[in-house]
């Protein structure tokens, strides 16, 4: 490893009552991440990253997850992408409650990085991830590259470098979470595009519509990003939440996922201007076909009704607010197969 990384500090700064509290939202970070590392082991998309960040699991993932995780995948990187070309790059994005995702690797590769690319998540899960980068050179080497300085300095929970920045806090601590996003040298003026994926829902509603109109009102033109579960009031989506709470993981934030309607109007009255949602269902049945049948042929699906039902229950939305110079309330999904 590059001696010029410094070794992180290891110590935890949440305290006791809310480290136990949170441990099993941070479990579906190292659930997300394995799902991700087995679907891209079978060639469902190409990811050279995610395997120096975990582990391979043992354990055979079912196809209708993999087919899941494919459009959770693409969905959210054709909005990142549509974003990026309406902004030529000119921007920001800030990922919130990334966990070991590789986005930013990923854009280096195809020479489509914002301006700077930040990542937020809970101090532990930053830790684990800063260790990762810290000694294995592959995810270190692109960030130093588009370092302009010698050295790239690793403090505790934070890496800040020209083009890319991980900060450990607390969504739900905004005061905190700004304070460090602007030492990170966050740009209030650059068009902004924030993400969310199985995040807000395990939030209070008010903890995420604080952080919504936080993401509304702190950016001259922004983008908000959200993937997480919908239709969650019928038998299907009980089963979802007695599951995830058997596992010590309350979905707190559950009564916002009702329906699209409901998705998109936390959105509008948080203060974005423009709201749109689809069920990932809707999503995959715009993916391109040839795309479509090839990740069909890497796999058999025995029901393709478990298919559409888990796809029901999740949902991509996506809202704006300014940029109408930019053309940000264009970006919607065509039926041609993605966003414009």
């Known amino acids: 490893m590059a001696a010029s990384l410094r070794r992180p500090s290891f110590t935890s700064c949440s305290s006791p009552s809310t480290d136990t509290d949170d441990e099993g939202v941070r479990g579906t970070c190292e659930d997300a991440s394995i799902c991700k590392r087995f679907a891209v ?4 998309w190409h990811d050279p990253y995610i395997q120096h960040f975990v582990r391979l699991s043992k354990e055979r993932k079912a196809p209708e997850i993999n087919r899941g995780y ?7 990187s054709q909005l990142i992408k549509a974003f990026l070309r309406k902004t030529e790059c000119h921007c920001q994005i800030l990922n919130l ?3 070991m995702d590789t986005t930013f690797w990923r854009l280096k590769d195809e020479d489509f990085l914002p301006s700077k690319y930040f990542e937020v998540d809970f101090p532990t899960i930053v830790t684990r991830k800063l260790h990762c980068i810290k000694y294995k050179s592959f995810l270190s ?3 130093i590259e588009l370092h302009s300085e010698d050295t790239l300095q690793i403090e505790g929970h934070l890496l800040n470098s020209k083009r890319y920045a991980i900060i450990g806090a607390d969504l739900r601590d905004l005061p905190e979470l700004e304070e460090k996003l602007k030492k990170c040298n966050m740009n209030p003026q650059l068009p902004t595009l924030l993400i969310t994926e199985c995040v807000l829902v395990y939030m209070t509603p008010e903890q995420s519509a604080n952080l919504l109109k936080w993401a509304a009102h702190s950016f001259k033109t922004a983008m908000f990003i959200n993937y997480e579960q919908v239709n969650m009031d019928d038998r299907f989506g009980q089963i979802m939440v007695e599951n995830l709470r058997r596992r010590q993981c309350d979905l707190a934030g559950v009564e916002t996922c009702k329906s699209l309607e409901s998705q998109k109007e936390r959105l509008l009255s ?3 201007e423009t709201a749109s949602a689809a069920s990932m269902m809707d999503v995959y049945n715009t993916l391109p076909r040839a795309e479509v049948s090839r990740i069909e042929s890497l796999e058999f699906l025995d029901e393709m009704e478990l298919l559409e039902q888990l796809m029901q229950h999740y949902c991509l939305c996506w809202a704006t607010r300014g940029g ?3 053309g940000l309330k264009e970006i919607t999904y065509l039926s041609v197969g993605g966003p414009g």
């Open 324 to 326: 109408g110079e930019l």
């Open 97 to 99: 409650g990334a966990g």
């Open 41 to 44: 082991s079978l060639g469902y």
């Open 141 to 143: 080497q692109p960030i």
């Open 270 to 272: 948080s203060g974005w």
């Open 70 to 76: 494919f459009a959770r995948v693409h969905g959210v």
